[in-house]
């Protein structure tokens, strides 16, 4: 896999998968897309159950680009409290490593 098509089809499933879930958020609840706003954890603009739709949205969109990718959201849990990222750009670096770029 040629390593900067990956790393910018990766950032394009992200936003993707933010524009999906904001499709079904209300519209006071909707994120802009932004690699360094925190999406995730406390102080994070997602709810628990966002989040965990948005995991969903994006492995699905991983997995339809990359087949052969490991799994996120096998790979968030097997961290336990390893820490969850807070942004996407802390997601993404997880989710290139996962791809064997």
């Known amino acids: 896999m040629n390593q900067e098509v990956v790393v910018t089809t990766i950032?394009?499933?992200m936003e993707d998968a933010i524009r999906e879930l904001n499709r079904g958020l209300p519209s006071d609840s909707r994120v802009e897309w932004d690699p360094e706003r925190v999406l995730f954890g406390d102080s994070g603009d997602l709810s628990s159950l966002d989040t965990v739709n948005y995991l969903v949205?994006?492995?699905d969109g991983?997995?339809?680009q990359y087949p052969s990718c490991?799994?996120?959201?096998?790979?968030?849990?097997?961290d336990g409290d390893g820490g969850f990222p807070a942004t996407p750009r802390e997601l993404h670096a997880i989710v290139l490593s996962l791809c064997d770029t």
């Open 11 to 13: 950032w394009q499933i």
């Open 70 to 78: 490991a799994s996120l959201i096998e790979r968030l849990m097997e």
């Open 57 to 59: 949205l994006l492995e």
């Open 62 to 64: 991983i997995r339809n």
